[in-house]
């Protein structure tokens, strides 16, 4: 027998309702749950003496139930009248108090104030089934109707899927009446053709309290809240808008469909699953987990199932921080799915064995099918610890947004200096060796109280002027682009090679933490290096933080990279033996994140070939996950460089572009890798560290011609 109407348009029709209950007869429909499914929520808002109104009752069992466990002032209404006789005869001898009415929720005949709470479980989504005139004038009338009846202090309880749609118009209309909104996440049901058939999803079913307030004064809106399910029902979480609080809405049914996908299976499909969990009193992202799953594995019993703690400030890396480098993680580990799990800056860790037990209770919900009850989940790390991440400074530009300067300790025991940018926080901007880690005493140290756990934590800020020596190593290059925008320099063909006392001069557009000029500068003895920045705070930044310093042969020019070049080209007043661009976009929404695309314009890029001596070089730091965007670039580069040469950079995205306007070298020779040692033994003899992971002629032997 099929009871599903033709279209969803029909779920607000009183004809379908009642064809429906004919057919249906005696049997319950619960498609939103049963009483035990909602006893938690219901109990905590209904007193047993109120005087309760469940309006669309249909058939369900829920106000039955409800009166047996002595809420016994209820009534019903419906605007079926075969269920409505139907209910009255069921109902008669068993429960004489309880009461049905054949009535329309939008016009009710009820006196003002008679009732204590309005009950609704799914009458609001079957008559909001679009947003047409129509439909929202009979919503603002069964809200009307609602407030009408309730008493001042009385509360609307609505379960409903909370479709954006309907979420909105409701949290809406409610606050702007001055009712404070919470909603609870009740829990989650099986869609019909669901029932472990693997033909149906699931669906996150919501309690919407709206309680009766006055009007506020100045039409202020009411409190909003979001509460969890579980354990998490007596934490409710303060929102400031309703777009927050919607979003809150469907961050839980995006998790609840990330479930229901993985206990359908894999993860696999080629697509990336992910979320983010967040503290329960601030509502900030704590952790974000990806699943990794290897659907080739046929694993024993104790390899079905893990979880990898990342260690704080190691999100970034190539094989935690990307797709391919956590499938690299999850294959090396050999577990059917792993579950990869990063910490967040300004989050408090007390030690591993916290965080297992934090987060036991959430994982176990993405286990795979299958998992054997009681199995022991193991949680893996690198070393068996959580890291080190210490926030050293906060700052923000105008340019650039919201910043940290934070120190990590590397997988190498080393300590590392970062700039984040918090618009994406996926990246380092800039990073730095620390010769050793900035001790208490360099710092000013605040104490506060956390008054979520009653612990004392520290608030560090440091102040480098009083830090005794050096901190920054800076004959260390972090980042292997700029290694390999370094062992570039060959190219500048020299007679009797290229050696690190020439004379040459560079243009270096985006300064960063200052690592890639000032290398340049402190190994190039009689270098001189322009380097232009954008943003002032960057240099700030760079000055404060990395230990960048300028002076007669280096010097940072604060301007639009864009603007200062076409200006020097227009002017004809600057040449360079070579031109770099290291320089990030700030558009993440592009395809390509380093440079901005308006640089590798052709009109653009003539101007920056003006600018190179005959023998000159052009150095590009190019990193686009577009492929399509990507061969355009090369292509308009090419048109105006007749020599580009390509260095891709292993586990990174970033490629590196030698472009030359002298075409003598056809192919990368015998005399370019010989040339290559030659630099790096004299960059040795320099009496600066010298790092010996820097293989100058090893990285020039992957060099190939575009």
Known sequence: MNLLPKCSKEFSSAEYWETFFKKRGGSAFEWYGTYVDHCAVLHKYIKRNDKVL??????????????DVGYQGITNIDISPAVISHMKERNGVRRPAMAFAKMDVGQMEFADGQFQVVLDKGTLDAIMTDESEGTLRKVEEMFGEIGRVLRLGGRFLCVSLAQEHIARKAVRYFSQQGWPVRVHAVGERAEAGGGGGGGGGQFVMFTLVFTKFKKLPGGRQGILEMCGDGEDQEKPLRLESVEQL???????????????????????????????????????????????DQPSIKPARANNFAIFIVPQGRETEWIFGTDEGRKQLGKSAEFKRLLVVSLHRDQLYQSMEAIQSELSGKVMELAPSGLPPGQQVPFLSVGGDIGVREVQHRGASDASGEYVIEDVKGEDGNYYRHLVFLSNVNVVQSESKLLRPASKSDSTQKKKKDKRKGRLCSEVEKTPSSMPGQVIDKSYLCCDHHRVMIAGLVFLRRKGGFHADAGISLLVVGLGGGSLPLFIHDYFSQSTVDTVEIDPEVVEVATRWFEFTQDDRMRVIVADGLRYIRTLADSGSGSYDVVMFDVDSKDTTLGMSCPPPAFLEQAFLQKVRSLLAPQGLFVLNLVCRDRALREKAVEVIKKVFPRVYLQKIEGEVNEILYCQLSTELKHVSKDLLEAGQMLEDDLKKTGKHWDQTYRLAEMLEKVTIV
């Open 54 to 67: 469940v309006v669309g009752c249909g058939n369900s069992e829920l106000s039955e139930q409800m009166y």
């Open 246 to 292: 919607l979003e809150a809405v469907k961050e839980r049914q995006r998790y609840a469909l990330l479930r229901n996908h993985l206990t359908k299976g894999s993860s696999g499909g080629g697509q990336s699953l992910s979320l983010t969990l967040c503290d329960r009193q601030s509502g900030k992202p704590r952790y974000s987990i990806s699943v990794v």
